[in-house]
Structure formats: C-alpha cells, structure tokens
C-alpha cells in the first residue's frame, strides 16, 4: 500500500550535465530546494545519509549529488586539473538548472564547501543561502602538513577507509586519494595559498559557517577568515566535533541547518 510518495529511501537517478552523467539523489517536496555537496572522494551515499533522510521534508527538496568522477558519476574517471572547484561549481549549478531549480540553497561539506563557495561567489542570483563546513578559501603551509601525513591510505584505520573502499574498491581509492592530495597541494604554490580568496568576497546571500573546534583537517583560521570575509555571515561553533560534525551529531547539526534556512 501507498502511493508512489511511500517510498522510504531517496530516488537515484542521473542527468547529463557539461558532457557528463551525474548521479544524484532527490527527497522530500518543499519549495526550497537544497542542494548537498560531498567532500574529496565524497558521494550522497557515503557523506549525506542523515541530511537525506531527516531533514524537512515538506519544507525542502533535497537534492544529494556525486560531483564527476566521484562515487556514481564514473566514468569519468577523477583528474585534478587547476580549475577543478571550478568545474564542480558549474557541474553543481548546472545540474540544479537541469533539475529545473532556478533559485536554491547550498549545503558543502570539506571540498563540496570549497565548491559552494566558489558556486556562491559566481552565481549570486541563484543561490539562495548557503552552509559552509569543513570548508577552506586558502591552503597554508601547515594544511599542505596535514593533507601529506593522511596521504597514504594504509596508514588510516579500517574504519575510515572501509565507506570509500566500498565505493571504488582498495586500489583505485588509493590512487584517486593521492592524486587528490596532489591536485589540492597545487595552490599552496599560488600567492597566499589562494583557492577563492578572490570569489569570497562576491558571495551576496545569508551564509552560516560551521565549525567542529577538535577538526583535525581544518584548522579554525579557515572559518574565521570565512566569517571575516562574507558579507554578513556568521559562525557557529561545535565545541565536540571533529571534520564531520553533520554525520557525527547530525540532530544538532539539521536542526540549526534548518532554522537558518527557514529565517
């Protein structure tokens, strides 16, 4: 029994966005479409399941997506050119265009941050709010520490590894890691480790940063230059959390993420 509407999980499908397939995930029928954005190596399947499944679903339309060369948008296969913010940013607009949004908001988490920030900066008319966490508009020489010490994948614990080896198998998640690591490391080689310190300032809607204080991957000059930087933003701090705060307390998390589109 039940109309199509009874369906528990998220309905996957894929549309053809700048000559690729990208997968993705929609829920819920609100008005305000939110669109979720993974982190490196990231999917909706491994880095947004309680966004999926809890948040509001009469107020929202969620829509979770696997940027290209990532989780099910393969093939391609993964490359870090220069511009890759830049070409996920597009891949993420134009697939909401796609969807039929003209206006919505944008949830980025770690990288998908970076690419909403970079989304935000380019299409102030399209974006309605935005959700920063985990997120970073330069890389320091300390972060360029940080990513290189987490290189080698068989230095992490099994269960870090196990979501993504489950993805694309041991060995191809090995490879696409460090080549990510590679493809982040080339703008600590730019003046002021500068991703988009340059767009940041161009971002025009209501944007609220999040930040774990224990992150062990972002340190808190990220946020706080975030907060200094967008027009009327604001932070809040989770004392507790770590790099995947909206996983790890995922009711705190949806509920302020909730309010504060709901302003």
């Known amino acids: 029994p039940g109309g199509p509407g009874a369906r528990a999980g998220p309905q996957g499908a894929t549309a053809r966005v700048n000559g690729v397939d990208l997968y993705y995930e929609r829920t819920g029928r609100g008005k305000h479409a939110v669109l979720l954005l993974p982190g490196a190596l990231g999917s909706t399947k491994t880095d947004f399941g309680p966004q999926l499944k809890s948040l509001n679903k009469e107020r929202f339309t969620v829509v979770g997506w696997d940027p290209r060369g990532y989780g099910q948008s393969r093939p391609p296969n993964r490359d870090f050119p220069p511009d890759f913010f830049e070409r996920d940013a597009k891949d993420a607009v134009d697939l909401m265009k796609a969807l039929g949004f003209g ?9 998908g941050g970076i690419t909403a920030l970079v989304a935000a900066g380019r299409n102030p008319e399209q974006i309605h709010k935005l959700v920063v966490w985990g997120a970073n508009a330069f890389v320091s020489p300390q972060d360029l520490k940080l990513y290189n ?32 690591v590679d493809g982040i490391a080339q703008f ?10 340059d767009l940041v300032p161009l971002i025009s809607c209501p944007t609220l940063i999040l930040h774990g204080e224990k992150d062990p991957m972002v340190p808190s000059v990220h946020p706080q230059y975030l907060l200094k930087h967008i027009k009327g933003s604001r932070l809040h701090l989770m004392p507790e959390g770590k790099h995947n705060i909206h996983l790890r307390y995922a009711e705190e998390f949806n509920k302020l993420v909730e309010d504060f589109l709901q302003e």
Request: aromatic share 14%; hydrophobic share 45%.
């Open 103 to 111: 206006k919505f908001s944008l949830l980025g988490w770690s990288d």
């Open 149 to 180: 010490a987490v290189r080698d994948v068989s230095s992490w614990s099994a269960r870090m590894r196990q979501p993504m080896e489950e993805v694309y198998g041991a060995q191809v998640f090995a490879k696409t890691w460090e080549a990510w």
């Open 188 to 197: 600590a080689h730019r003046p002021g480790g500068n991703i988009c310190m």
